[in-house]
């Protein structure tokens, strides 16, 4: 693919809000996870939340689409100023040329569950204060940001699970190239919800611990939540970043656990290589997926180290934010620009002792470096897999 | 800066239909063309042969309905299904299972089965289809509420266009149950696919429109169908595929954004 700017990007989660307490907390391997109640829901769990989401004020134009996961939208835009990008996007191209591709995994259903407790005692019906289409609905989170934005451009959700917001700026390469359009907004936004919570605690995939992605003694994820945009553009007189590739198989294998040699993954890794025209020892840093449950992290493990052997370093960033879910793509493509902006190779937190069936060059130590590509690795549910890969801006 | 939007070119190989009062794309042909034949029953979704029987089980309507047109489709385009990317667009997932899901989340126990969680992701209909065809082929699931359809129909053209390789297109929507159907009425299932081709097959030149006016459906209760689901939008473009003629209409879109479709002669 031709090589496309990102001329902006941002993030929110529990790590703080935009850029720059992302990138402390990163250099400092500070997590952002805490063992903390979520609603009404004490699971004894450490989560990734975001702080400020309830105290934000809210447009009484958009009022329908109050909920938790528009509101980290909203935080998300308002982060790095980079809605006022985006702004400045639309001048440029007309709101007409600018797609708004988002991933999501669970959207605003928080307010259907809650919406459950009250449900009319004699006709069962949902009360009236229910806004479906602008908060449950998966589109909803896309819907809010096209029209917070007044962007009038093609647009619409990817809900693959957690490689969601990874697949979207593939996507969105694809329509800018082809003409369609001359940039798009792109990321992910997935806040914590019951449905999440309780789920995968059903799967026995939470850890009763902080989530130590490639332990010998990991015990499963921490759930988090985050909002993370980028803009790509045509064209751009300062990128921030290059999107060199994105590469997407599907497993074939199994509706919730990856195949075990992780082969669907090392085609997405393959595939992304290809697309930027680059060989595996091209690429300086891995930003591994890495959730931190025993069948996940040794099904990538050998999917890396067939692609790539045992030497490219890399790392799962979830001990700082949390699995972010639909967002995680979005927020570990955030992270890899980070890294190739400040040469910075984050440590994998929570490691007491690195699985030794595990074989790739796992960082549990920062190092710092001039990085050229970074490859971020995205996979979910459904065996849906993607491979973002970036290059420093010259 | 381009000024005017690029067209996709593609082609359509295989169709796979089924909907109220359409049983598959062979049946469904003389009804699109001349809707007078047309009765309008409910839709019944036949158990997908391609599921083992284990998945079958746990398959919801919006699974098997998918499953039975992309497969239809593939048969009709002659193709291997392992040998397709493949887009699938919905407004939302599986529905029986999202309202089993809510009760339990509202119930004192909050038992939540963890097959019910599994197939809660947006992307059920795809992981199944993938895992029953052992496919390893990218496979990309979206939403875009009543601009499903269009949205499904951009991506697959435009990752056709870009990757000149065949893409499946599989668009289906499933009623909720109560109390959920109150506050997103869909009026019965409807599931469309069709498999698209860089080269050959019936062309198609697609271009966003803007604020074009959608095409309706000429008959009133086709027309009523359309507006009532959303994988039901693409009627008029199903009934210019069942005839011989060129045919150019609009379909809806987002607010601002329809698709414009150009459909060559047979």
Not at chain 1, 24 to 48: N, Y
Not at chain 1, 221 to 247: H, K, N, T, Y
Not at chain 1, 266 to 272: G, I, N, V
Not at chain 2, 125 to 137: F, L, P, R, V
Request: net charge negative.
């Amino acid at each position: 693919m031709t090589p496309l700017a990102v001329s902006d990007y941002t993030v929110v989660s529990a790590l703080g809000h935009g850029r720059a307490p992302t990138l402390q907390a990163l250099r400092a391997g500070r997590s952002g996870l805490r063992q903390v109640d979520f609603e009404t829901a004490t699971l004894g769990a450490w989560l990734g939340v975001v702080d400020g989401i309830e105290a934000l004020d809210w447009r009484a134009d958009l009022a329908d689409f109050d909920c938790r996961n528009n509101r980290l939208a909203e935080l998300g835009l308002r982060a790095d100023a980079f809605s006022s990008s985006v702004r400045r996007a639309a001048a440029r191209f007309g709101a007409a040329r600018i797609g708004v591709f988002l991933g999501t995994s669970t959207s605003g259903i928080l307010q259907t569950e809650l919406a459950y407790r009250r449900r009319d005692a004699v006709s069962g019906a949902l009360p009236a204060d229910l806004h479906y289409a602008e908060t449950h609905n998966t589109y909803s989170v896309a819907r809010y940001v096209r029209q917070a934005l007044d962007l009038r451009g093609p647009a619409c959700v990817v809900s693959t699970a957690c490689s969601s917001s990874a697949k979207v700026f593939g996507q969105a390469a694809r329509l800018i190239e082809l003409g369609l359009i001359d940039a798009a907004v792109v990321g992910g936004v997935d806040s914590l919800c019951l449905t999440t919570l309780y789920g995968f605690q059903a799967l026995e995939l939470v850890s009763p611990e902080i989530c130590r992605p490639w332990d010998a003694q990991r015990r499963g994820l921490s759930i988090g939540e985050a909002a993370a945009f980028a803009l790509l553009e045509r064209d751009a007189a300062a990128p921030l970043a290059w999107l060199l590739g994105c590469g997407e198989s599907s497993d074939g294998h199994h509706m919730s656990s990856p195949h075990p040699e992780g082969a669907g993954a090392a085609l997405a890794m393959r595939q992304a290589l290809a697309q930027a025209g680059c060989t595996p020892a091209d690429v300086s840093y891995i930003n591994l997926h890495g959730t931190g449950t025993p069948g996940n992290d040794a099904a990538e493990d050998r999917g890396v180290v067939s692609v790539f052997g045992r030497d490219t370093p890399c790392s799962s960033t979830k001990g700082y934010t949390g699995h972010t879910l639909g967002a995680a793509g979005g927020v570990e493509a955030v992270v890899s620009m980070l890294a190739l902006q400040d040469g910075l190779l984050p440590a994998g937190l929570n490691v007491r002792q690195i699985d030794p069936t595990l074989q790739s060059n796992y960082l549990t130590q920062a190092r710092q470096g001039r990085l050229e590509r970074v490859a971020s690795n995205s996979f979910g549910f459904g065996g849906s897999n993607a491979c973002l890969l970036f290059g420093a801006a010259p | 800066m381009s000024a005017v939007s690029a067209v996709l070119d593609v082609g359509v190989a295989g169709i796979g239909l089924l909907g109220p009062g359409l049983v598959d794309w062979a049946s469904a042909l003389p009804l699109l063309r001349d809707p007078a034949l047309w009765q309008r029953v409910p839709t019944v979704v036949p158990a997908p042969a391609l599921l083992p029987a284990t998945e079958r089980r746990r398959a919801g309507i919006v699974v098997k309905a998918s499953v039975v047109v992309a497969d239809a489709a593939c048969a009709a385009a002659g193709v291997a299904p392992a040998s397709l990317a493949t887009v699938f667009t919905s407004s939302t997932g599986d529905p029986a299972n999202c309202h089993a899901l809510c009760e339990a989340l509202a119930s004192a126990g909050r038992l939540v089965s963890p097959t019910r969680f599994t197939n809660s992701v947006h992307n059920v209909a795809a992981g199944y289809w993938h895992i029953a065809t052992q496919s390893m082929q990218t496979s990309t699931s979206l939403a875009a509420f009543d601009a499903s359809l269009a949205a499904g129909l951009l991506e697959a053209a435009a990752q056709c266009a870009y990757t000149l390789a065949p893409v499946l297109l599989v668009a289906c929507d499933v009623p909720y149950l109560e109390p959920l159907h109150g506050v997103r009425p869909l009026a019965d299932s409807f599931a469309l696919a069709m498999v698209l081709l860089p080269q050959g097959g019936r062309r198609l030149h697609l271009a966003l429109a803007g604020d074009a006016i959608a095409t309706r459906c000429a008959h009133p209760g086709l027309e009523t169908l359309r507006g009532q689901i959303p994988a039901a939008r693409g009627l008029p473009l199903l009934q210019a595929l069942a005839g011989p003629a060129a045919a150019a209409l609009v379909l809806e879109g987002l607010p601002g954004m329809a698709l414009a479709v150009q459909v060559d002669a047979a």
